[in-house]
């Protein structure tokens, strides 16, 4: 370093030369006016667009997180009502099943009565009908028999009488 400086002037770090030091000062001064003038005005205002967009995008998080829980919670609840539904409708089917069921017990069991009551008439008109016949084969038989015994002197009318009150006092034995 001492090479480019002349033999009368060497250098000494603690020596302060005014003229340097007032220029360094005008021109950092300058600078400083310069860059406050062109730099630090758009350099904080992208700051400060910066900040406003981070706030708007802090506010919109906020605001989309305070929908999706309003969404959420309506989700929920219509879930809910959903499952009550089908809860609801399920029971529904199964009383409605219930009262089917009843239903066709119901039918099933007046259908079986009726069948018994019609098997009982037919039952009871073909006894009737076999008594008829019972009796008729019995007034028959004792004419013919009693037409052996007596040749002809009792007439079928009163044969038949007496068949009848026979037969009348065999059902009363029974």
């Known amino acids: ?35 406050y003038k062109i730099g630090w005005g758009p350099l904080t205002k992208a700051i400060e667009d ?12 906020k ?22 539904k089908a809860k609801q409708l399920l029971e529904d089917a199964r009383s409605a099943a219930e009262r089917a069921k009843q239903t066709i017990l119901e039918a099933a069991k007046e259908q079986a009565e009726s069948l018994k009551a019609q098997a009982k008439r037919e039952i009871e008109a073909a006894t009737e009908k076999a008594m008829a016949e019972i009796k008729t084969y019995i ?19 009163a044969h038949a009488k007496l068949v009848d009150s026979a037969l009348s006092k065999a059902g009363e034995l029974n």
């Open 50 to 61: 910066r900040e406003a967009g981070i706030r708007g995008d802090i506010d919109a998080a």
């Open 63 to 84: 605001k989309a997180r305070a929908d999706a829980d309003a969404d959420m919670a309506l989700y929920k609840k219509q879930l809910e009502e959903a499952s009550e």
């Open 139 to 157: 007034v028959d038989v004792a004419m013919t028999a009693s037409s052996k015994f007596v040749a002809g002197s009792v007439d079928k009318a």
């Open 1 to 35: 370093m001492y090479f480019f400086l002349s033999d009368h002037a060497k250098f000494d770090p603690l020596h302060v030369q005014t003229g340097y030091l007032f220029w360094s000062a005008v021109t950092f001064a300058v600078l400083l006016a310069i860059l």
